[in-house]
C-alpha cells in the first residue's frame, strides 16, 4: 500500500473518529438541556400553582367553603385512614405533604382530581397521603388531624378541605376552632373522639414517623411523590409536574 493511500485511510479513520466523539458530545448536551427542560418545567408548573391557589383570605373558621365540592369529588370513593380507592387498587401513589403547604394546596385543586376521577374512581389505583411536615410546627396538629378524621372514615374530606381554606403559612390561623370547623364539615360525627384522637400519642407520633420517613427516602420538600405496584420495585420516587406524569406513572407501575 502506497504512502498516499495509507494516509488516506488514517485522514478518513480520524474524521469518522471526530464526528463519533461530536456526535457523543451533541447527544450528552441534548440530554442535559432536556432534563433541563423538564426540571424548568416543574419549577414553572409549582410557580403557577401557587400563584393560581393564594392563600390569601383562608384560615376562617366561620367561613369553610368548598364543602359540596369536596363531598362530590370523594362520592362513592372508599376511604380508609388516609388511604383513598379500593383497598385492593393494584397500584399505589403515596403524596408526602403538609397541609400548610401552598404548592400541595395547588396540587389537590389542579393535580389529583383528574386522577382521583379516573384511576383511583376506576378502582385501578389507591392513594395513600402521608405527613411530612416541613412548613412549620403547626403542621404537626393539623396533620394529626388528619388522621383522626381518617379513624372516621373522613380523612381525605379533612385533607382537601383543609387545602381549600387555607390560611397563610405559620400565621398561626391553625386553632382548635378551626381545626374542628374543617372536621365538622369534612363529616366527622363524632367530635368528642375526634378531638380525643388528634391530640393522642398514636396520631402525633404517626406525623413524626411518616415526616421521618420522608427525610429517610430522600424527599426535600412537598409535595412529593412515590408509586409501588406490579411494574416497580417497591416504592419509587417519581416526578409529578401535571395530571398526565401520574396517570402515566399508574400505567407503567401496574
Known amino acids: 500500500m502506497s504512502n498516499k493511500v495509507e494516509r488516506e485511510r488514517r485522514r478518513e479513520e480520524r474524521i469518522e473518529a471526530e464526528a463519533h466523539v461530536g456526535g457523543e458530545e451533541r447527544r450528552k448536551k441534548l440530554l442535559q438541556a432536556g432534563a433541563a427542560a423538564v426540571f424548568l418545567a416543574i419549577v414553572a408548573v409549582a410557580a403557577l400553582i401557587v400563584v393560581n391557589s393564594s392563600s390569601d383570605g383562608g384560615g376562617d373558621a366561620d367561613?369553610?367553603?368548598?364543602?359540596?365540592?369536596?363531598?362530590?369529588?370523594?362520592?362513592?370513593?372508599?376511604?380508609?385512614?388516609?388511604?383513598?380507592?379500593?383497598?385492593?387498587?393494584?397500584?399505589?401513589?403515596?403524596e408526602f405533604g403538609d397541609l400548610q403547604c401552598p404548592v400541595c394546596k395547588g396540587y389537590a385543586e389542579n393535580v389529583l382530581p383528574?386522577?382521583?376521577?379516573?384511576?383511583?374512581?376506576?378502582?385501578?389505583?389507591?392513594?395513600?397521603?402521608?405527613?411530612?411536615?416541613?412548613?412549620?410546627?403547626?403542621?404537626?396538629?393539623?396533620?394529626?388531624?388528619?388522621?383522626a378524621?381518617?379513624?372516621?372514615?373522613?380523612?381525605?374530606?379533612?385533607?382537601?378541605?383543609?387545602?381549600?381554606?387555607?390560611?397563610?403559612?405559620?400565621?398561626?390561623?391553625?386553632?382548635?376552632?378551626?381545626?374542628?370547623a374543617i372536621a365538622e364539615n369534612a363529616g366527622?360525627?363524632?367530635?368528642?373522639?375526634?378531638?380525643?384522637?388528634r391530640k393522642s400519642a398514636k396520631f402525633t407520633g404517626e406525623v413524626k414517623k411518616t415526616t421521618a420517613e420522608a427525610q429517610r427516602l430522600g424527599y426535600t420538600g412537598t409535595p412529593s411523590f412515590g408509586i409501588e405496584g406490579p411494574g416497580t420495585n417497591g416504592l419509587e420516587v417519581i416526578e409529578v409536574a401535571a395530571p398526565e406524569d401520574l396517570v402515566a406513572a399508574i400505567e407503567a407501575a401496574g
Not at 66 to 92: F, H, R
Not at 117 to 138: D, H, L, T
Not at 139 to 145: I, K, Q
Not at 161 to 178: K, M, P, V, W
Open 114 to 147: 383528574a386522577v382521583i376521577e379516573g384511576a383511583v374512581a376506576e378502582g385501578k389505583a389507591k392513594i395513600a397521603f402521608r405527613n411530612f411536615v416541613v412548613i412549620s410546627a403547626e403542621s404537626e396538629p393539623a396533620g394529626a388531624a388528619a388522621l
Open 63 to 94: 367561613n369553610v367553603k368548598d364543602t359540596a365540592l369536596v363531598d362530590e369529588q370523594l362520592s362513592g370513593i372508599q376511604q380508609d385512614g388516609l388511604v383513598l380507592g379500593d383497598p385492593n387498587a393494584p397500584v399505589e401513589v403515596v
Open 149 to 180: 378524621a381518617g379513624a372516621q372514615g373522613r380523612g381525605w374530606n379533612f385533607v382537601e378541605l383543609f387545602y381549600r381554606n387555607q390560611g397563610r403559612e405559620a400565621s398561626g390561623y391553625i386553632t382548635d376552632q378551626f381545626l374542628t
Open 188 to 197: 366527622v360525627e363524632d367530635i368528642a373522639q375526634w378531638n380525643k384522637d
